[in-house]
């Protein structure tokens, strides 16, 4: 029978790993459950749920730093930055509608376990670039801490950059230290209508080599920007190839006209005011265009692509050569996303069989609880990765109680 | 158990002869030269040095010393400053600098795949035609994958970041001698525990990295720099505050204390006024760095920042920057024969005002003779302390002043090391930053490494 623990201090997470560990007792860790359906269903005995540790622990505007509880929820950090004009700059997704648990769930801790990085990473990095430093318990049952306040900080290995991304699977976070940034003044989006996937992926490769500091580039096939959230995106009836700027209002008038000039070739361009932006990328952000079509209504299964940019037009033309489905592009094309029609082994030769000689890997990021449990959610590593995976999940965790399997079978 | 390091035989020349030919040297000054860097720290030679010229090379070495549980340290180009490269169990130096070849460049995915001794002077060399640049400069004419090995920044962190965020893929010969490739050149999001990152910093502790693809950055259509002196450190240290805060995004800022203009203007015959001085630069479209120079210009004067200069013309910018440039030889010219002995200290930056200022009045007390030069953009600075090796008063003197250091930035929340590692000049000062965590990472070296052969004794004890 599973059983929910809930401690409200981090030396009651310590005791009760330390005795999951003792009872070799598995524990599903679980901030608010919104990303619960990300990843392979955990066989875990019990429920660690942290949702008690919550609560701003440190917050200095002046020098761009924050710290907070675990659980902590985004909107109760994005309410605190937003009042002193500022904001996380990884832009954490709010994967909650899609993943059909409802929105404006997530912790932070979520987020960055998760790695979840928005379209500002390409510019301004992932999730795991703007930990400083966190507090977590291991699955031993030791409390550790890595890194601090600083931005700069060598001292031994990058344990944060282990944790982000590792889904709970190496130790539970029970706080952490993450950068924010100033809120731009003015945001601004440039689009480019009617431009074929590889013209769109070719258009955004160069504006992000022009001088223009771009901070997000989305490509939308005409039948994804016609679910578009924003009026005129919705309406253009064609492609649509969007270039973010954001800083200082000159500064971005400027850039915005430069980039106009610049895309001439790659057809019309239109402009999104700073509202209408903030509600574009949001969506994209979001993969809101691919939650109407959820579990409940037709099944799509949702993929995560992250190739060479250059190769992502390729590669979505072979996956949608075979399949029945819908993609549109992130991070300037190295960032796809697929929602394809339901299969039971979720099509997963198929689709990681389209990634070509430069590399990459797929995530099986929506599909129901059996077909997670039966394909492998995340990227099959090459043999002497996988051993090398194990290893530190047996370093962190030698008796397996923290989310187990959630990532791999058996690790 | 830790097991004892076995020593090089002449079996072990013989099986490294045979994959590298002639390419290997017992010869006591080509020990010598590897087994020290550029500090204060008692060199140690290895026993023998290998110079690979390939991934297949160096995974044949490191196979044929795990077999014998031989130590292997990784070499790049020896600029590191805490003992890194020292074989304190002697062993096999892999010396990586023949590995100089840019495999390729991808202009339109903006990233370039380097083998590990490529210098990033060689890299942007190499990178002239295409419009891009690799930002990340330490000091000092680093490789590559030392530099992915030990972390680096320069000054550029504030804008680019450091190696840490800007390492896309590797392959890394493991300490058993077999190849991984990390991740590819995609993005890399969740694909796996992100072991990548996990050997960026890590010191030649955990594998030998001979491959590294790097993310590059569009040159900048403008660059502008500009040098403004203060009454105090805590005015300039504001004035960086409150620019970082702005959302302005500086390139650089590098402050520079009184005695160190001094001492560049008496070395380099410049006329700055002898007080605490910024540098910045900005890069940029034309318009975003006259404006970004005009509202650091305006914080600056509030602040009691004078003499504001700036320059856009590129021999303008050098005539600026050389101060800057020459700090170092500037400073070791106060004190003719002596050694600098560099802290690395970073704290938060609400901090370092406060921080600059008690180690100028703990070095005021001191007998100590030195400069101090900072990364204020992210809290990072480094005091130069000149001192005779070969006086042991002085050096003991050198380190009380730095553990007092250490632990006055500790006590601020800040780190030992902000750029330069723990290689074994500073391991105690790690346990006390961190106590249990050298727990965790002592766990993950013994299970990358479980005969503790890969660089053995920096980092953590095993
Ligand atoms: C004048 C001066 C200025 C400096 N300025 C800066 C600065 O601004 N910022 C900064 O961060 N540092 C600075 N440094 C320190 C130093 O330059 C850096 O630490 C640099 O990254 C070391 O690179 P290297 O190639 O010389 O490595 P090495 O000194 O050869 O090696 C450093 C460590 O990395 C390991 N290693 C080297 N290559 C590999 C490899 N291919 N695979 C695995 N392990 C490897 C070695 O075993 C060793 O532990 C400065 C040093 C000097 C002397
Ligand atoms: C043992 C030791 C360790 C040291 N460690 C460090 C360290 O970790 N970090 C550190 O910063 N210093 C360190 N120093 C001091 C540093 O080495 C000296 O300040 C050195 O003289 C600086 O040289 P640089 O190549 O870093 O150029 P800098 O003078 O620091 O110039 C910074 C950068 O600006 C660029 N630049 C200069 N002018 C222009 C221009 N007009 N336009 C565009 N770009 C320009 C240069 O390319 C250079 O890369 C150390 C010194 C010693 C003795």
């Keep these: 029978m599973t059983e929910t623990l809930t401690p409200e201090t981090a030396e009651q997470v310590l005791e009760t790993v330390q005795w999951a560990a003792a009872e070799e007792t598995p524990l599903e860790v679980m901030g608010a459950g919104s990303k619960r359906a990300y990843g392979r269903p955990s066989p875990a005995a019990h429920r660690l749920d942290l949702k008690a540790l919550s609560g701003i622990e440190l917050y200095e505007p002046m020098e761009l730093v924050m710290s907070a509880k675990a659980a902590t929820p985004l909107a109760d950090i994005d309410a605190a930055l937003a009042e002193n004009r500022q904001r996380l700059g990884f832009e954490p997704a709010d994967l909650g509608p899609l993943l059909g648990t409802g929105a404006g769930a997530g912790t932070i801790c979520g987020a960055v376990i998760c790695n979840l990085s928005g379209p500002g990473r390409i510019k301004a990095g992932a999730a795991r670039d703007h930990i400083l430093g966190f507090h977590a318990v291991s699955g031993r049952g030791g409390r550790f801490k890595s890194g601090g306040r600083v931005v700069k900080n060598v001292t031994g290995f990058d344990l944060s950059k282990l944790m982000a991304g590792s889904f709970g699977t190496l130790a539970v976070m029970t706080d952490v230290t993450v950068k924010v940034m100033p809120e731009p003044e003015e945001t601004r989006t440039v689009l480019v209508l009617g431009a074929g996937d590889a013209q769109a992926v070719k258009a955004m490769s160069e504006a992000l080599n022009s001088a223009f500091e771009i901070s997000a580039a989305a490509h939308l096939p005409a039948g994804v920007a016609a679910v578009s959230a924003v009026a005129s995106v919705a309406a253009a009836g064609a492609a649509v190839t969007a270039l973010r700027v954001e800083g200082p209002e000159p500064s971005v008038v400027y850039r915005a006209e430069a980039l106009k000039a610049l895309l001439e070739a790659y057809g019309n361009r239109e402009e999104l005011d700073t509202a209408e932006s903030l509600a574009f990328w949001r969506q994209v952000r979001d993969v809101g265009f691919f939650v109407a079509d959820g579990p409940e209504a037709g099944q799509a299964q949702v993929w995560r692509l992250s190739v060479p940019p250059a190769e992502g037009a390729g590669v979505a033309a072979r996956i949608l050569d075979a399949a029945d489905g819908r993609v549109f592009y992130d991070w300037g094309g190295g960032l796809l996303w697929l929602a394809l029609a339901p299969r039971p082994d979720g099509g997963h030769e198929a689709v990681r069989g389209a990634i070509g000689d430069g590399g990459g890997h797929a995530t099986l990021v929506r599909a129901d609880a059996d077909v997670r449990a039966a394909v492998p959610v995340f990227q099959p590593q090459p043999e002497p990765l996988a051993r090398l995976t194990a290893r530190v999940k047996e370093a962190f965790d030698p008796k397996g109680v923290l989310n187990p399997g959630r990532m791999y079978e058996g690790v | ?462």
């Excluded at chain 2, 004078?306 to 440039?325: G, I, M, Q, S, V």
Aim: a negative charge; charged letters at 25%; glycine letters at 8%.
């Design chain 2, 1 to 462: 158990m830790a097991v004892e390091a076995a020593r090089v035989n002449d079996d072990l020349i013989e099986a490294l002869r045979e994959i590298v030919g002639p390419r290997l040297s017992t010869s006591a000054a080509v020990c010598e030269q590897h087994g020290r860097d550029e500090s204060y720290h008692t060199p140690h030679p290895p026993d023998v040095v290998v110079f690979a010229e390939s991934t297949d090379e160096v995974a044949g070495i490191v196979k044929a010393c795990a077999r014998r549980q031989v130590p292997v340290i990784p070499f790049g180009a020896g600029t590191s400053l805490e003992g890194h490269v020292a074989a304190l169990h002697g062993g096999v130096c892999i010396d990586l600098g023949a590995m100089d070849q840019v495999v390729a460049v991808n202009p339109e995915d903006m990233d370039a795949t380097v083998q590990a001794g490529v210098t990033r002077a060689q890299l942007n060399t190499y990178l002239r035609d295409t419009g891009l640049f690799f930002p990340i400069d330490p000091g000092a004419e680093a490789s590559i994958g030392g530099m992915t090995a030990t972390r680096a920044s320069g000054t550029n962190a504030v804008r680019y970041g450091t190696m840490r965020e800007n390492v896309l893929a590797l392959i890394v010969v493991l300490a058993d001698g077999r190849v991984i490739r990390t991740s590819r050149r995609a993005r890399k999001s969740s694909a796996g525990y992100d072991l990548t990152r996990l050997f960026v910093g890590s010191e030649g502790t955990l594998g030998v990295i001979t491959e590294i693809t790097l993310r590059l950055y569009g040159i900048p259509e403008a660059i502008s720099a500009a040098v403004c002196a203060f009454p105090t450190v805590a005015d300039a240290v504001n004035t960086v505050i409150l620019t970082i805060q702005s959302g302005v995004p500086v390139a650089r800022i590098e402050l520079l204390d009184k005695r160190q203009m001094e001492a560049v203007n008496t070395y380099s015959d410049l006329e700055y006024a002898a007080a605490p001085t910024l540098f910045f630069e900005f890069h940029g479209t034309e318009r975003a760095v006259a404006e970004q120079a005009e509202t650091v210009q305006a914080i600056a004067a509030d602040l009691g920042g004078e003499n504001f200069a700036w320059a856009t013309r590129p021999e303008d910018r050098d005539k600026l920057w050389k101060a800057r440039h020459d700090a170092l030889y500037a400073s070791l010219a106060l004190r003719p024969g002596c050694r600098g002995w560099v802290t690395d200290v970073c704290v938060p930056i609400s901090r370092l005002a406060e921080c600059i200022t008690e180690t100028t009045a703990d070095l005021e007390k001191s007998p100590l003779i030195a400069t101090i030069v900072g990364h204020v953009g992210d809290g990072n600075f480094h005091v130069v302390l000149l001192v005779d090796p070969d006086q042991a008063e002085e050096i003991a003197e050198a380190e009380r002043f730095n553990e007092r250091l250490v632990m006055r930035a500790l006590a601020m929340d800040g780190t030992c090391t902000g750029e330069h590692g723990i290689g074994h000049g500073k391991m105690d000062f790690l346990i006390a930053e961190h106590g249990e965590a050298v727990g965790v990472m002592r766990a993950i070296k013994q299970a990358l490494d479980p005969d503790n052969i890969m660089n053995p004794g920096k980092i953590v004890r095993v």
